[in-house]
């Protein structure tokens, strides 16, 4: 099973660009990378997902590098309703969670 | 979007009674179901994982007899904590993915916060 690796916690200022990294160096090739995020005493949302092109929604941009080792997620405008911890999952039969990345966005 | 409603969202409950704890899947047919627990400043940990008409499987350390899993229909998932007891307080999530369609997105219920005194 690939595993996945992120920071424990990150700060980011309201209204910067919040960069996310995830480690997966062993990704199998049909293996795509999710993100979710938790924001507190709520289930987790859905925010993207790539195979191995650049994606873009209305919530985040998703950059995956050439080798597909690592990605990252960019919330483009960070606001303060952004924080949450931010999971990067690589799917497979079931959905597991790592530990995650802490977002702090403060004023 | 999908949405998977999850119910109730908080319960209180005595030292070895059990409690229910429902997931519907609302606006799409929901093949498999999984269930998590996640406790407090920790991430959430796959407890079990129900398709419908089948036994569910329970992950490793995950007793089977005391976290009932029924999975009857395509809408509808049930996990029913029995004889709780304090260790059991959790808030436990369900999960599920649309059977068809072109996106593979998982799409959680709000979460139940269990608390057993």
């Known amino acids: 099973d690939a595993k996945t690796t992120q920071p424990t916690s990150m700060d980011c200022a309201e209204g910067r660009a919040a960069n996310l990294p995830c480690n997966h160096s062993t990704i199998s090739g049909n293996e795509y990378v999710y993100w979710y995020r938790q924001i507190h005493s709520q289930g987790p949302q859905y925010i993207i997902h790539?195979?191995?092109n650049n994606e873009t929604n209305e919530m985040a941009s998703l950059i995956i590098t050439e080798d597909r080792k690592s990605s990252t997620l960019i919330l483009p405008h960070a606001t303060l309703r952004d924080t949450a911890v931010y999971y990067c999952i690589v799917q497979y039969s079931t959905l597991t969670f790592g530990k995650g990345t802490m977002l702090l966005v403060s004023p | 979007g999908a949405v998977v409603s999850q119910h109730p969202s908080w319960v209180i409950c005595k030292s070895g009674t059990s409690v229910k704890i429902e997931c519907r899947s609302l606006d799409f047919q929901a093949t498999t179901m999984f269930w998590y627990r996640q406790f407090p400043k920790q991430s959430l940990m796959l407890m079990a994982t129900?398709?419908?008409?089948?036994?569910?499987?329970?992950e490793q350390g995950v007793e089977k007899d005391k976290f009932l899993i029924n999975h009857a229909s395509l809408t509808l998932s049930t996990l029913t904590v029995t004889s709780a007891h304090p260790e059991d307080s959790s808030f436990y999530i369900c999960?599920?993915?649309?059977?068809?369609?072109?996106?593979?997105?998982?799409?959680f219920g709000q979460g139940t916060r269990l608390t057993v005194v």
């Open positions: 999960s599920s993915i649309p059977m068809a369609g072109r996106t593979t997105e998982a799409f």
């Open positions: 790539g195979l191995k």
């Open positions: 129900s398709n419908e008409g089948s036994k569910a499987t329970y």
